[in-house]
């Protein structure tokens, strides 16, 4: 037994002769990169080491220079000890060198995905060791780690005996945390979901899915370095049974095998998502070895296959907010079928893993000032807080932000009026700069905004007649202006503008929908305020989340009430932060478990059964 | 908080105001037999308490007589706790109570396994606690047993939520022992593989299975009361891909897909079984929780689909010896798919875990007595030892006993002689006193010894000329002798006797065949012997296990010398004790977990690299 002292961590381990540098530091509980899984070919384990070691093999040669191996650089997977070693381990080395950025995300993390490799010898058989091919890795396991080999699934087992022999003992073990079928909640234990023979071209993939009501977007990423290799997204094909939460919650319940189908048909999109980016990136389904899913409570439970029923109805009850952890097989999706797939912890009924993943990408729960992060989409979630405390609600009246609901409205899709500007006279502008066939959610915040500068509608969202905007000089404004019966309307794009001849016109109805929605959207924020017990002014950043609060402009929302004025705040608006945590969560076991930690600690507020919710929602509405 | 003593273990517990009497035990580890799930129903939970508890519930009045209540007996699950309390369990509520014993086992062992039930009551939401299902059911777990709820496999998450509502909140879990997908050599860790509302109907079940090479048999027993409700057996339908365990090695490496298909096939016998013995015993198959394997080696990796074809080349090294723990539907066995089945461990290569199941059934290794237990099938298998140390050894030759390989040969079935006389004339026996076929095993070894004896062949088993019989004055046995060229034969049943018209005749070949075949069996029990430094006056029983062990008569045996003479030991056919042996690790998980300490702990003989064994081999030939 030799003595391999570690520096900077200052750990001491004893090892046998004839192990490497890389078995120490796993002996010991220090980390090394290791992309290759210690078979001496990504050199990214280079240490600076003195003492008894055998000479520089020929691999060690062909990754470091000379001017390196003259400083006493080593490959730990290489060096073989001999001897009491002193180490140094550089610091780009060390597994926590390669940080996670992704778009949209305001935090960085360090590497370390629950996924990964690990090179190991199994001796060869013999009539005197006539132990089977598993007992035999074992044995190695427990030479080379000092721990149990983690078992095996049944699939890794059945490749284990190929695996041996082809790679004549030397075998690559993927090692994942979390377990087959039965775990959730909490990280399970390392098992074993393959075993490949040394040198099969095999990767190491991962794919993050944000699983929106309306779109499902997927992420694909090298789990050895972090790297995105490819995007791709699709229209959640659960629309075709219901546009919405509720009509999805209603069909899976009202249909027989309802929820079975919602279920295949969600799994299917992601398979069919797995296939679009492996194929752009010239790489295999059956190297995606990890899986996050994010999605609001009901979008995870349909995903999982489990009745969303009690949540449409009070007390609005999820079945599961824990983080459920399962085989890619068991959900039937196509990736590698041992694949581990998270789907990520809830909060509440109407607060989903979305709302944690936005929380894992701006890690606004572990920063000392106080942060608001609003993700307005079908419905509005909101949460505020900083280190040792965050809450969050959630407010049903979010329709009118995607456009449904509304006369006029639609998705933020080419031809969608995204933003306003009403100064005499009408401007607008499109998206993809079509003929106008709607008002998406930005553009109708901008509408409402313009309408209320410029006297169209009043503080109480009453649209003014005719007469008086032409009282006020405003002609060209009082002719856009339709009376019908009692009902006032506002043309936005005259029918000479709009898209097929059909005008875009706003209604008083259409004011009133957006009333309510900004009205609830404000009520939240003030009872987050009055619940963690700080004003306007405490509040420093302001995240911004989703597609609508990518394209929102700030000053509209404050015009129009959306949110109260913040004066010592910055606005940051994130894309799809749900998107950038589920890859965070992918990448690092770290975030991974500060997910469940997060749903843990953190306080939801239930809006439906509080007055004061009721008394604020009616003064917000006032513009 | 109050104090709950129970005697007669001595442990105390303390437990607050309103938890039950079994609540209590389990807390305290203190096993009380609870059938019904501690649901009040079944009455079996009966202990004498005395101090702060409710009065007796309606329940319980039901449940007791009159006179066991003034004797101060409770059901303890009903029984509510509002002071200290002392509790005498009686015997008949230990769980240790019900015995297994099945046909064939020589051994008791207590009712415990490794699927259970459990009772529960999960409170109901509100609007102040919207919790969710699981998160609510965890609570009630932590309340009532004071440790972590075990983790849901997804099918129990997605019974959960329609469980507890339909069951108005009282709720009983399944749980089990071992892991869904990943776990293999030691049992897993609980988990919650069914949730049921209360009163629902289910039984609990278990299925054991001998897997042979010829002959498959499954045992569908009630893991709550141990009774066997029904047993059926099937042919190994791999039977049609090759005949001996080599050949199918053979078939499954030869073929594209061949291992796939022996796989489907063996799956597909054993789900035929449980279809079979659930429909005669009236029960679901959905209520087949547990399932035990025992086979040779090649059929416990054919089972699992994991390539033997290291087996069949020396040095002869299996993939995997450990017992593998997987959820039914991996394999895709036709219990409920969550059912957690259980591949016992196999010794070596050549000694699998039918083996281990005939030692589980005799309990040889854990005895005083110096035990020798001999399985003969296509393969020999002989054990010897007795608490302290078991070793193992295995012959190939042993087809001969099947019938295989004979001219006269054939299968324990209708027609075949089973047992033969030879008196100066010939007389025989058949299964079913049908016209005769052919020989089958114990028909051949009491041929052979009646031969022996009338001097048919000499102690160097050639057969006599029909000349020197005459001398001897045998002529009705000289008739029979028929020379055709150099070989030389003899015949058993004359074309008028034999089935169809066709005379049974067995040739010197035929006698060559069993010589072999007695000789290596003879020759490893020698070996045995030797390696524990005892001899035949040591040992004190023989297990005779198989079809073969039980109808063969121990005299024939004895007079070819198939076994030394143990003049001390006893002979006790088993029947099938493989099969009992699965058994006994269906109903209790301390009869499983000795099986992976057992092939742990005993050692295992190579026959075919030893000098030795080759020398005794050839003495052991001589009769």
């Avoid at 890794?156 to 690559?172: I, K």
């Avoid at 911004?544 to 109260?564: C, D, H, K, Q, V």
Wanted: aromatic share 4%; glycine share 12%.
């Amino acid at each position: 037994m030799h003595r391999v002292r570690f520096q900077p961590s200052g750990v001491t381990t004893r090892v046998e002769a004839g192990k490497t540098l890389l078995d120490a530091a796993i002996a010991a509980g220090v980390e090394i990169e290791t992309v290759c899984g210690g078979r001496g070919t990504c050199a990214k384990c280079r240490v600076i080491a003195s003492g008894g070691l055998d000479e520089p093999t020929h691999l060690e040669e062909r990754g470091l220079t000379p001017e390196e191996r003259a400083r006493g650089y080593r490959l730990a997977c290489q060096a073989v000890v001999r001897g009491d070693v002193a180490v140094v381990v550089p610091d780009e080395s060390r597994v926590s060198r390669v940080s996670i950025l992704s778009e949209g995300a305001v935090r960085e993390a360090p590497l370390a995905p629950w996924v990964r490799r690990h090179a190991i010898t199994v001796p060869e058989p013999s009539l005197e060791d006539q132990s089977g091919d598993l007992e035999r890795l074992r044995r190695a396991w427990r030479a080379a780690c000092d721990s149990d080999l983690p078992p095996l699934s049944l699939r890794a087992l059945r490749q284990l005996p190929s695996a041996v022999r082809d790679g004549e003992g030397s075998v690559t073990l993927v090692l994942a945390n979390g377990t087959g079928a039965a775990g959730h909640g909490q990280m399970g234990p390392l098992h074993v979901i393959r075993v490949e023979p040394d040198g099969a071209p095999n990767r190491l993939l991962g794919i993050a899915f944000d699983v929106g009501t309306t779109t499902v977007v997927g992420y694909l990423v090298d789990l050895e370095t972090g790297e995105q290799l490819a995007v791709s997204s699709l229209l959640n094909p659960q629309t075709r049974y219901g546009d919405d939460v509720v009509s999805r919650i209603d069909y899976a319940g009202r249909e027989a095998h309802g929820l079975q189908t919602l279920q295949r048909e969600i799994v299917g999109a992601l398979s069919a998502i797995i296939t679009a980016t492996t194929s752009q990136a010239g790489v295999e389904t059956d190297d995606v070895v990890a899986v996050t899913v994010v999605g609001n409570t009901t979008m995870q439970h349909l995903f999982l296959g489990i009745s969303p029923a009690a949540l449409a109805q009070s007390p609005y009850v999820p079945a599961v907010t824990d983080g459920v952890c399962l085989s890619a097989e068991v959900l039937g999706l196509g990736s590698y079928p041992d694949a581990v797939v998270w789907a990520l912890p809830s909060i509440a009924g109407w607060v989903g893993a979305d709302t944690v993943g936005v929380l894992l990408a701006t890690g606004a729960h572990l920063q000392d000032e106080l942060a608001l992060a609003i993700d307005i989409g079908t419905n509005g979630e909101m949460v505020m807080g900083s280190r040792g405390r965050v809450v969050a609600c959630s407010t049903a009246a979010g329709p009118a932000f995607e456009g449904a609901h509304l006369s006029c409205g639609m998705r933020a899709a080419d031809g969608a009026i995204d933003s306003v500007s009403i100064d005499g006279s009408v401007t607008w502008h499109t998206i993809g700069e079509s003929a106008p066939r709607g008002v998406c959610g930005s553009g109708l915040v901008d509408l409402v905004a313009e309408m209320l500068r410029s006297g169209l509608i009043d503080a109480t969202g009453m649209m003014q007649p005719g007469e008086a905007l032409e009282a006020m000089g405003q002609r060209a404004l009082a002719e856009r202006v339709i009376q019908n019966g009692r009902q006032r309307s506002f043309t936005l794009a005259t029918s000479e503008e709009g898209a097929g001849g059909r005008p875009v016109v706003v209604t008083q109805r259409d004011v009133r929908e957006l009333q309510l929605a900004k009205g609830a959207i404000r009520a939240g924020i003030e009872i987050l305020m009055h619940e963690l017990g700080v004003t306007a002014e405490d509040v420093r950043v302001i995240y911004l989340a989703g597609a609508f609060g990518n394209y929102i402009r700030p000053e509209s929302a404050l015009a129009i009430g959306l949110m109260p004025r913040f004066p010592n705040a910055r606005i940051v608006p994130v894309g799809n932060a749900a998107g950038s945590g589920a890859r965070m969560a992918l990448l690092s076991r770290v975030i991974l478990a500060e997910a469940s930690h997060l749903v843990r600690e953190m306080d939801y507020l239930e809006l439906s059964g509080r007055p004061d919710f009721q008394d604020r929602f009616a003064e917000a509405m006032v513009f």
